[in-house]
């Protein structure tokens, strides 16, 4: 398993703000990233994979890049429903992991 | 809308069992690889079974092999996970998680959850 850090761990951000989440792998995982939203008592919703490629229905102010150790996603402008977890996966090898998490809370 | 529904937790003693089920609406089940993970309290995810789409090929990680097992039944849209000799560690929320796609290592659909508590 190659591990995946995140940073940070909180994110305070404004509304209309944009935020930058972080997720470095140990190894290199090419572009096989993919991004997950969590609010509290909600199911995950995949936004991103393929580093880069927005899922359906997810909004264009959600973007992934990057690619070999470092990725990121950005949110251009924050709106209320967007203050939750997100979470980074790799899926190169076998079992996928998860990073651990950042919180992107309301300033 | 897709739904999946997970439902069975609860409150165990260690050594005990319990069977989880998830239940999936208005998704093509039967295309789909389905998934086990769980999160336990204030930690991340973590991937612990899978099944194809024909159960041809099952995983389980280190952490539940040989005391888990992952089913699924096709006519009832439905995914279980049967959990033997539960330990405290074992204690999280478990979600399960369909892969739908080219790549279904790609969760595009999950539940909300539900919650095993393992403790004496």
């Known amino acids: 398993e190659t591990p995946m850090t995140q940073s940070p761990a909180t994110l305070s951000v404004s509304p209309g703000e944009r935020a930058t989440l972080s997720c470095r792998a140990s190894?290199?995982?090419?572009?096989?990233v993919a991004w997950y939203q969590q609010k509290p008592g909600q199911a995950p919703r995949l936004l991103i994979y393929?580093?880069?490629t927005r899922a359906t229905d997810i909004p264009a102010r959600f973007s992934g890049s990057g690619s070999g150790t470092e990725f990121t996603l950005t949110i251009s402008s924050l709106q209320s429903g967007d203050f939750a977890v997100y979470y980074c996966?790799?899926?190169?090898?076998?079992?996928?992991?998860f990073g651990q998490g950042t919180k992107v809370e309301i300033k | 809308e897709v739904h999946l529904v997970e439902s069975g937790g609860g409150l165990v003693k260690p050594g005990e069992s319990l069977r989880l089920s998830c239940a999936a609406s208005?998704?093509?089940?039967?295309?789909?690889?389905m998934n086990w993970l769980r999160q336990a309290p204030g930690q991340g995810l973590e991937w612990i079974s899978s099944?194809?789409?024909?159960?041809?090929?099952?995983y389980y990680s280190d952490s539940v092999r040989g005391r888990f097992t992952i089913s699924r039944d096709n006519t009832r849209n439905s995914l279980y996970l049967h959990m033997n000799s539960l330990r405290a560690e074992d204690t999280a929320t478990y979600l399960c998680?369909?892969?739908?796609?080219?790549?279904?290592?790609?969760?595009?659909?999950w539940g909300q959850g539900t919650l095993v508590a393992v403790s004496s």
């Open positions: 998680a369909a892969g739908c796609g080219g790549d279904w290592r790609i969760l595009d659909f």
């Open positions: 393929g580093t880069s």
């Open positions: 099944i194809s789409s024909a159960s041809s090929y099952l």
């Open positions: 996966q790799e899926y190169n090898k076998w079992p996928p992991v």
């Open positions: 208005k998704l093509t089940f039967s295309s789909c690889s």
């Open positions: 190894q290199s995982v090419i572009s096989n």
